[in-house]
């Protein structure tokens, strides 16, 4: 039982408790593993042992911080084709993306390590009026405390990293809960932090269901929370907690828009290429897929055309194939809720251009016209690989068609005109605007969330840093 079990990771050890879990395979067929529940005592350790690190640990000098991370750091690159396996066999992830997010987690970790070392604060001159003459003031930032860090399914390392390697960089001890669907990705990751000399206590890796984890999320000793997931789960937990300290990256249903002046045909193959790429590719499952095309309706023929054949060019396969772009869907309930999201829109006068078939927790890629206002393949985050492509007359429509929305994670802009990209970004109520490319673009060290109901807060990597602490001031008179 103990060798077939992953155990969770209680203040860095490793724990197997009375109860297990199997971790499904999206598609169904023999279980990926299985994982340790944590008991509530297993809970009450890992809280307790990171409330009690937390002064020790802030006090860590910055080079055993740093080096820590990028001792991951290193690890993830060399364990690049094993943790990719089990990133596809427990989220269906095609492997090339699997890859790639591996990537992005060593980056995380190696761009969290560097930014430890300069880590401090600053320095801020008060005699710019007459009452501060001879004042100076120190800002040096303070970690929060301990954290509560609860991640999605769909990126089950990096998430994962963003949550742990900023609380590490500023000495903030953690308690991560990974998603139910994917806990050995970031199991895995416990492996490799396991093999570093930070304190015991620092961060713990444990598996809770989530009917057990308002007590978890009420705990005062975890101060701060930090949610990347669904909207729905990440307000009620702020609603829960109104006076912790919570950062919340939710959903959206990212737009693309396509302008007039993108018009060659190799400008509008790029942009095909791109949308189809970043709209079904890993089955639509990214809170930056692209969901929404809005076109210049003087290109909108001609891309419609070109997305559609770059959208059946997309390899729907096994995700353990190289060719493979999109596999299934996290689980079938999932596959269901976006194929009947898809129905209702054709009922209503949608048309499909191509997919719109589901097997299971397959969902072929599905483009839409004719979508009407209000359908929730539209409204709402699709979270599949399902497209919508509307044409709009001018950019005042495209910019007033992607602001309505109840969410602003990110937008691209396809444009060689850089008032254009200045108009977009001084008008586009979203965290990011990514200028001749898709919104699915992230770097990990760019500021990341969003607006209205996206979120609150930012990630990436230094941003993170900021979010986990606050500053104090310490005045000096006389100087
Ligand atoms: P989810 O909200 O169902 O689950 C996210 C996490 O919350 C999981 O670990 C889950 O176990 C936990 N959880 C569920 N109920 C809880 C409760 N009552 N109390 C505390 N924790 C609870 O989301 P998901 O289906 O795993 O992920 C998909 C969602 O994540 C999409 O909406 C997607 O847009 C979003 N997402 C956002 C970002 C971002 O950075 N903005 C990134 C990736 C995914």
């Not at 969290?112 to 004042?135: F, I, K, M, N, Y």
Request: proline share 7%.
């Amino acid at each position: 039982m103990q060798l077939e079990t992953t155990p969770i990771r209680v203040a860095g050890a490793q724990v197997w408790g009375s109860q297990t879990q199997p971790v499904t395979r999206p598609d169904g067929g023999d279980p990926a593993g299985h994982v340790t529940v944590a008991d509530p005592e297993h809970v009450e350790a890992a809280v307790s042992a990171a409330h009690h690190v937390a002064p020790e640990f802030a006090g860590l000098p910055a080079h055993r911080r740093a080096d820590a991370l990028a001792h991951v750091s290193r690890r993830l690159t060399e364990s690049r084709e094993d943790l990719a396996a089990v990133i596809v066999a427990e989220g269906g992830k095609p492997v090339r993306w699997a890859r790639a997010e591996v990537d992005r987690a060593a980056a995380t970790f190696r761009l969290a390590g560097e930014e430890a070392r300069r880590w401090v604060g600053d320095l801020q001159r008060l005699d710019t009026d007459p009452s501060g003459e001879g004042r100076i003031a120190l800002n040096r930032r303070v970690s929060r405390g301990p954290v509560l860090g609860i991640t999605p399914f769909n990126f089950p390392l990096n998430l994962v990293a963003h949550k742990v390697a900023p609380a590490l960089a500023v000495g903030a001890p953690i308690v991560l809960k990974p998603a139910p669907a994917t806990p050995l990705s970031a199991l895995f990751l416990g492996g490799l932090l396991a093999e570093t000399d930070l304190p015991a206590g620092s961060w713990s890796i444990l598996t809770v269901p989530n009917e057990r984890m308002n007590p978890l999320v009420t705990d005062p000793r975890l101060p701060v929370v930090s949610f990347t997931g669904s909207g729905p789960v990440g307000w009620g937990i702020r609603d829960l907690v109104p006076r912790k300290h919570v950062t919340l990256e939710l959903g959206g249903n990212a737009a693309v828009v396509v302008c007039a002046d993108w018009n060659s045909l190799a400008d509008l193959q790029r942009a095909a290429q791109r949308i189809a790429t970043f709209g079904v590719g890993q089955a639509g499952q990214s809170c930056i897929s692209v969901q929404r095309v809005i076109a210049d309706r003087s290109v909108f023929d001609q891309l419609r055309d070109l997305v559609v054949a770059e959208v059946q060019a997309q390899v729907l396969g096994d995700p353990e194939r190289e060719e493979t772009t999109l596999g299934p869907m996290i689980d079938e309930r999932a596959a269901q809720r976006a194929h009947s999201w898809i129905t209702e829109a054709v009922d209503a006068g949608a048309h499909v251009l191509t997919g719109g078939r589901r097997d299971y927790a397959r969902l072929e890629p599905t483009v839409l016209v004719d979508v009407p206002p209000g359908a929730r393949v539209d409204r709402d985050e699709v979270f599949a690989p399902v497209l919508s492509l509307r044409a709009v007359d001018g950019l005042d429509e495209a910019l007033a068609a992607v602001n309505d929305s109840d969410f602003g994670l990110q937008v691209g802009v396809f444009t060689h005109d850089i008032t254009t990209a200045f108009r977009a970004h001084r008008d586009l109520e979203v965290g990011g605007v990514i200028v001749g490319d898709v919104p699915s673009y992230r770097a990990d060290q760019m500021p990341y969330g969003g607006t209205k109901g996206s979120g609150i807060g930012r990630e990436g990597v230094r941003y993170a840093m900021e979010d986990l602490t606050y500053d104090r001031t310490l005045v000096l008179t006389g100087i």
